[in-house]
């Protein structure tokens, strides 16, 4: 039995086992996420969502710019949920920190209320999204789980059908 393992492994969603000419293809890895707040009830809560999620997977926790970066960089999460107003900085920063090392990465911003001003900053860095946290939980797992999904389609590099 041979295990195939394409890389890079995380952003591939055809993973499986080959026993002679039969494939078993394995369900897909959980979108791995970051989770940067102030609030220790806050990520505990945002925690407890992420780890009832199958589709979704804690990589850390952290309270800090610095911390987040570090966590980033040891284990390159595919999402990071981020609150903008940190103790030793802002989520704008590591926002932009993230962007020049993983473009791809999806950087949700969180903020306590909804402001137009952060929506607007959020955008203009490139921000996947800004959520505030006066709308619950709910959204912000709607949208870590449609990510999850997106990240997880097969890509296919057939052409389009001919129309009719």
Same mark, same amino acid.
């Given at each position: 039995?041979?295990?195939?393992?394409?890389?890079?492994?995380?952003?591939?969603?055809?993973? *499986?086992?080959?026993?002679? =000419? #039969?494939?078993?293809?394995?369900? @897909?890895?959980?979108?791995?996420?970051? %989770?940067?707040?102030?609030?220790?009830?806050?990520?505990?809560?945002?925690?407890?969502?992420? #780890?009832? +999620? @199958?589709?979704?997977?804690?990589?850390? !926790?952290?309270?800090?710019?610095?911390?987040?970066?570090?966590?980033? $960089?040891?284990?390159?999460? !595919?999402?990071? %949920?981020?609150?903008?107003?940190?103790?030793?900085? =802002?989520?704008?920063? $590591?926002?932009?920190?993230?962007?020049?090392?993983?473009?791809?990465?999806?950087?949700?911003?969180?903020?306590?209320?909804?402001?137009?001003?952060?929506? !607007?900053?959020?955008? %203009?860095?490139?921000?996947?999204?800004?959520?505030?946290?006066? *709308?619950? $939980?709910?959204? $912000?797992?709607?949208?870590?789980?449609?990510?999850? +999904? +997106?990240?997880?389609?097969?890509?296919?590099?057939?052409? @389009?059908?001919?129309?009719?």
């Amino acid at each position: 039995m041979t295990l195939l393992l394409p890389a890079p492994l995380l952003t591939t969603p055809r993973v *499986g086992i080959r026993q002679g =000419s #039969n494939f078993m293809t394995l369900p @897909p890895l959980p979108l791995s996420v970051l %989770l940067v707040d102030r609030s220790p009830p806050v990520r505990s809560h945002l925690r407890a969502v992420l #780890n009832q +999620e @199958p589709s979704l997977c804690l990589a850390g !926790e952290a309270d800090t710019c610095a911390a987040a970066l570090d966590l980033f $960089i040891r284990y390159r999460p !595919e999402a990071v %949920l981020v609150e903008v107003c940190l103790p030793d900085g =802002s989520g704008f920063d $590591i926002l932009q920190c993230i962007r020049q090392v993983a473009p791809d990465c999806a950087v949700i911003l969180l903020c306590d209320a909804p402001d137009p001003c952060v929506d !607007e900053v959020g955008r %203009l860095l490139g921000a996947t999204r800004v959520c505030d946290k006066a *709308g619950g $939980i709910k959204p $912000i797992r709607d949208i870590l789980c449609r990510l999850a +999904e +997106e990240s997880r389609r097969p890509e296919s590099n057939a052409p @389009p059908p001919a129309g009719p």
